[in-house]
Structures are given as C-alpha cells and as structure tokens.
C-alpha cells in the first residue's frame, strides 16, 4: 500500500523512514524514507476472520528479502499452531520472483510447480495470483491486442465488444448487459474490477450470440468465438470468487462434495483453452511478455483444485468457499485504512501505526456481561423511517392537474405488434416487459389479473437465449404495452427533460392509445363485471404496468445524460497515492 512520504516527530522519536522490524538507528543519514508499507494477513478457512500479523515500513524490496519476511511469518504462524495453505499476491513481478526463490516454478509445462514448501513442516504452501487482477490484465491484454486466436484458430476480436455497445448506444436500449463507454474507455478506471468483470461477462456473450444467430446482424459475423471466450472467463472468475455456499448460480457455488467432480471436469476444460490462446503472430499468450493474467488464471484454477483436496483430507472441513483464497481481505483492510484519515486518504508512516493498532483494539475489546451497562448491541434502538409505505395496487392516474393535448400524439391509435419497431428493439423490450412483470406482481392479489400477465413462453428472442430456468416472460398483452411505452418514449424523447410532470405526462399519453384489445380475455371480461367501469383491475394493471416501464426508461435517460466520456476522479486519485504525496 502506497503512503505519504512523510518525516514526523512524535515526542519521542521520528517516523517515516523504512523499518522493517530491526532497529534501526535514527542517526542513519543514509536511511530512505518509507513510500509504501507490505502488510502481511491472516485469513480463516474454515472460519470468518481475519488478522494482519505485520507490517513493514519499505520504500522497495527485492524478491530475496520479501522470502525472507515469508519465511519468517510462516514460522512464526507454525509456533502458533496455525496451517497455512496457500499465499496470495497479485501479479506484481516482484512477487513472483519472490516465490520462484522459494522454490515455485510458474513455467506452464513438465516443470510446472505452482507452489512452495513449508520451512518448518515442508508441506506444500499453494500460490494464489489474485483472481481480480488476473481478470483486469486479461481485458488490458485483449484490448491492447485487439485480435487473439482460439485453439481451433478463430479470432477473439475486441471490435466486436466496441461494435455491441455502438449498436446499443444507437437503439437506445441494451441487451440485457452493463455495457457502456466506460467499459470500452476503461485507460482512466483500468484498476476497478467491476468494469472488468462486466465487460468478460457471461450477459456480453449472450448479447453477441444474440446478435449474431437470432436477428444476424451482419456487423457481428463472426462473434461466437469472442463470447465464448467471455464465457470462458466470466466462468473461470465465477469459479474462483464463490462467497456463498448456497449460491443459485451454476459456478459461483462452493467446491463440495456435490460440485466438485463437475467443477473439476470443467476447469480442466478452461486451463486447456486458456493455456492454447495465442497472439496474432501465433505466440502462445502464456508465453508471450502480456502473460500475467492468462497464467494467473491458470494457476489459481489449478490449485483451487488441489487446495480443495488437501483440506478435504487433511481437515473436517467439507466445502471450500474460493473467496477466501482472494486478495480482497487485504485490500478492504488498505480501504479501511484509509477511510480512517477522514479528508486525506494517504496516511503517513506515523498515521498507519496508530489507524493499525487503532484496528486491532477495536476488534479485540468487547464489553463484558459483568459491567455496570447495557450492551447496546443487544437492543434496537427505535427510528422514524422515511421510507413511503407500498400501498396495494388499487389505485388510479390522477390526471386532473395534467392537461394533456392530444393532438401532440402522432401515434396511430390502430397499432399492431411491432410499432414500427426494429427486431432488436422488440426483443428487447420482451426481455424488460419480464421485469416489469416481476415488479408488478409482487403488489398483486387478484388471481385472475397475475395469470393474465404471465405467461409460459415469450416470443423474444433475447429471453430464449439469457433464460436459465428463472426468468419471469410477460404475456403477449404486457409485451405489447410495453412496446407502445417504448414508442411513446421515443417520440417525446427530446423533451423529456424540460417538460414539467414528465412521468406523468408520458403515462398519460399511452394509456390515450390503449383499445380495448389489452387484457381481454374472457376471464378479464367476467371479472370486471363485479367491478366499477372506472375503477376495475383492467385499468389499474394498465396504470400500473405504464407507470412502471416508463419509470425504468426514465431512470436509464437520465443515466445517459450523466454519464462522462472521460472519468478522470480516480486516474488523478491514484496518481497521487502513488506518488507519495
């Protein structure tokens, strides 16, 4: 972690030069001052705990005396009667020069030994490359290089993730993934793991797949390669960040008893397909100078394996969640740090000794039952919320502040299916008319109004290709409602921020379009009968499902309006930290 540079008298002595435990004289006009402080942490397996055991002030460190400082703490955890497993860095190359000194070797072959060995016990400590800076160096590497060849030869090309959010950007609508200008601009964000994780994603593959085989784009010919491998990726990072041991998704589960053949069989299929990735010039990528992040992958998945093994057999431990193999401990612990310094978020050396042992105490005192107080974490202390309560969904549009000119509407009262819509767009809007689905019916009682908007098929394409057993598909009626929100959004697009009561106004607008063809069915017919012309469940399911697709459109243009070609707040953010200053 990066610190200020900074010499400090404390009363008793000056901070701020390099320490590394071997106390040093003060009189030393030699000695340099600290710029960075290594941390070393302790993280529980089989438990939910974490602990940094030391800290060294440094202003660099070879690999020799960073085997060093590793040996030391490994003694030092085994006098405690704590079994290390595994170590974990990111890809710096002085960390894995250290380890090639302890006798690692991360040549990808017949030599591959992508671990070291205890000093004391000379069991086998596996080396973990920190999953989340393997993912960054993966999409720096294939934006860098643009074109990369598969194992059966096809070309992985990053214009087609250029090309995807250029043809989203241009429709107005995504198709169902994050992708945006930050993703593909990402030179000012390169360390914020989200947009990684969001560009290598499992929703882009779909998206690229959809575009190419369903609606055949001709500008995407040729993708499938790119969203496999963004599958393969996306999967890969999957497999090694599971935190939860009952997580729904098929490979952020934990490595068990039930997953762990599956898992097996798979991840051997990835190391295969990474480690035959090749440049243009057909250079194997782990071979090449832009390697770290392909066989960074390819180790952590090789020893997720093999840490999972050992602990089966050498403990009581019957799951393994890979989350705790990852650097992140360490960097929440950097955050909380710094958090700590209020308006300035780069300590001096003086100011991390005392934020570190200020950490450590607070987490190590606790009340005692025996005191003369109540533990206030035992009582809920009573509040009035802001928050509105969710009314049921009985209620209708109050248009009688709104005055609405209908000879502003250009829309032709006589729809049909597609509004004049492109394929892509209606596809779409079916894939959003599921979520509206989702969101509506959860203030839903009436049986008869929740069978008339779901539904168990769904002509968009799109859904066919994203559905994995757990997507809501909107009935034909919803799909079409929505479709004419879409259009009507459209056309008032160019002043949706000027006009007064826009939401409103909007809604007024399409329900003026709405026949009577929405929602009737002979079931819907015989159950406004018992109702009131005006307030029936016919119309309140249309007020309702209008207001809230037209809410989520308004949400997404006033994303587009904010959003910056250029973010520089965390370039120039850690260009100081970095700097010591």
């Known amino acids: 972690m990066a610190i200020m540079q900074k010499v400090e008298w404390d009363g008793k002595q000056f901070h701020g030069f390099v320490d590394i435990g071997t106390n040093y004289c003060n009189e030393d006009d030699y000695l340099p001052e600290a710029r960075n402080v290594l941390v070393l942490m302790l993280v529980a397996l089989n438990s939910n705990w974490k602990i940094p055991v030391g800290y060294f002030l440094i202003s660099s ?96 090309k990053w214009d ?85 041991k009952f997580s729904k998704k098929e490979f952020n589960q934990c490595m068990s008893q039930t997953t762990c053949e599956a898992y097996i069989q798979y991840i051997n299929g990835c190391i295969k397909y990474i480690a035959q990735l090749k440049t243009s010039d057909n ?68 100011q991390f ?70 394929p892509y767009i209606n596809d779409v809007v079916g894939y959003m008319s599921g979520f509206v689905v989702r969101k509506v019916r959860k203030g839903l009682d009436c049986e008869i109004c929740l069978n008339d908007i779901v539904s168990k098929d769904s002509s968009s394409l799109l859904i066919n290709i994203k559905d994995r057993g757990g997507l809501t598909k909107a009935s034909k009626d919803v799909h079409r409602l929505c479709l004419l929100c879409e259009r009507v959004c459209r056309q008032t697009e160019a002043c949706i921020f000027v006009k007064n009561n826009i939401k409103l106004y909007l809604a007024c607008q399409t329900k003026f379009l709405v026949d009577s063809n929405i929602f009737s069915s002979f079931a819907m017919q015989q159950h406004m009968l018992n109702q009131t012309v005006l307030n029936n469940h016919r119309n309140q399911l249309i007020d309702v499902i209008i207001q809230t697709y037209i809410n989520i459109r308004l949400h997404y243009f006033a994303k587009l309006a904010s959003e910056r070609e250029n973010r520089i707040r965390k370039f120039y953010n850690h260009l100081t930290l970095f700097k010591n200053e």
């Open 61 to 156: 460190l070879d690999a020799q005396q960073r085997s060093n400082l590793i040996q030391h703490c490994l003694k030092l955890c085994h006098e405690s009667n704590v079994k290390i497993y595994s170590l974990t860095f990111d890809g710096a190359a002085v960390n894995i020069a250290m380890c090639t000194e302890l006798g690692a070797c991360f040549k990808y072959g017949q030599t591959f030994k992508p671990y070291i060995y205890h000093p004391t016990t000379k069991e086998k400590i596996y080396v973990m490359w920190d999953a989340c800076h393997m993912l960054k160096l993966i999409r720096n590497t294939f934006c860098d290089k643009n074109t990369i060849q598969d194992p059966a030869g096809n070309l992985i």
């Open 283 to 350: 250079m194997l990528l782990i071979n090449s100078t832009r390697k770290t992040g392909f066989l960074g992958i390819i180790i952590c998945l090789t020893n997720l394996i093999d840490i999972y093994k050992t602990l089966i057999q050498k403990t009581s431990m019957t799951y393994l969640l890979s989350y705790k193999l990852s650097q992140d401990h360490l960097e929440v612990f950097f955050s909380a740090v710094r958090s700590y310094g209020g308006n300035s978020n780069n300590p001096t050396a003086l």
């Open 353 to 422: 000794l005392r934020i570190y042992k200020r950490m450590l105490v607070r987490h190590e005192v606790w009340g005692s039952q025996f005191g003369n107080c109540i533990d206030y974490q035992s009582v809920t202390i009573l509040h009035v919320t802001s928050a509105h309560v969710r009314e049921p969904v009985d209620y209708l549009i109050d248009t009688s502040t709104l005055e609405i000119d209908h000879d502003d509407i250009t829309l032709d009262h006589a729809y049909h299916d597609s509004f004049g819509l492109n």
């Open 160 to 244: 087609f993730l250029s090309k995807l959010q250029n043809y989203q950007e241009r429709e107005g609508l995504h198709a169902a993934n994050k992708l945006s200008n930050r993703h593909i601009n990402f030179k000012n964000e390169k360390m914020n793991v989200k947009l990684a994780a969001q560009t290598l994603s499992s929703s882009v593959a779909s998206a690229l797949l959809y575009c190419e085989k369903q609606i055949k784009l001709p500008e995407f010919q040729g993708a499938e390669s790119t969203a496999y491998f963004c599958e393969i990726i996306n999967n890969a990072f999957d497999l090694l960040n599971s935190r939860n």
